[in-house]
Nanobody, 123 residues
Framework: QVQLVESGGGLVQAGGSLRLSCAASKRTFSSYVMGWFRQAPGKEREFVAA????????RYADSVKGRFTISRDNAKNTVYLQMNSLKPEDTAVYYC????????????????WGQGTQVTVSS
């Protein structure tokens, strides 16, 4: 079992920045691919970004490419999502997730999920 706890969400004006963190409980965190997903009210969950165990392979959704940066610190069992140039359409609950499969944008491949953190971007 891997327990994931997100933090760093909040209210920010359009054009602002936030950094989300996701702390994992398991010592073998470094063996997991980590992903960020989001779900806006009335919409389906969507992929945001994912990072391989080494950090060398990264994937982004087109909607966040160039604005968001995913990173990880295996020594701290933590994955981050730096979000810059935020837009009102980025408003959602953001979830981190872990998988022992390869890097993927498919949420069904992630076995472990955090509770989520709310990000609200005002116009």
């Amino acid at each position: 079992q891997v327990q994931l706890v997100e933090s760093g969400g909040g209210l920010v004006q359009a054009g602002g920045s936030l950094r989300l963190s996701c702390a994992a409980s398991k010592r073998t965190f470094s063996s997991y691919v980590m992903g960020w997903f989001r779900q806006a009210p009335g919409k389906e969950r969507e992929f945001v970004a994912a990072i391989s165990w080494s950090g060398k392979s990264i994937r982004y959704a087109d909607s966040v490419k160039g604005r968001f940066t995913i990173s990880r610190d295996n020594a701290k069992n933590t994955v981050y999502l730096q979000m810059n140039s935020l837009k009102p359409e980025d408003t959602a609950v953001y979830y981190c997730a872990a998988t022992q499969y390869g890097i993927s944008s498919d949420g069904s491949r992630y076995a472990y999920w955090g509770q989520g953190t709310q990000v609200t971007v005002s116009s």
